[in-house]
């Protein structure tokens, strides 16, 4: 149940950012006028896992970074999204597509 509640606030708030970059796009807002939103999620790889489960909310939650990702730049909102683990079973090609991958050695 806690999971559950976890997951839902996660979709809640990346539905947020969604909403966000729709607004500036009907406000037909430039890419830069001096503000420029990062929405940050790491361990990327995890939510794989709760992507996988039969509840809609886990569903739903790769939902919005796919959508961030591929229309986000154009209202000034990026995903920055880490990962440990970045192969082509652990982030869906919908997002694989929209990003410049970077890696650091640790």
Do not use: E, H, M, N
């Given at each position: 149940?806690?999971?559950l509640n976890a997951v839902n606030k996660l979709v809640a708030y990346l539905r947020a950012a969604w909403m966000e970059v729709l607004r500036r796009q009907h406000e037909a807002r430039p890419t830069w006028k001096g503000v420029i939103d990062v929405l940050v999620v790491d361990e990327l790889d995890n939510w794989q896992?709760?992507?996988t489960d039969t509840d809609?909310?886990?569903r739903r939650l790769w939902q919005y970074p796919r959508m961030i990702s591929r229309e986000g730049r154009a209202s000034g909102v990026y995903l920055l999204?880490?990962?440990q683990n970045p192969t082509a079973a652990n982030?869906?090609?919908?997002?694989?597509r929209n990003c410049?991958?970077?890696?650091f050695r640790l």
């Open positions: 149940s806690s999971d896992d709760i992507g809609t909310s886990g999204a880490a990962s982030i869906s090609i919908d997002l694989r410049t991958p970077v890696a």
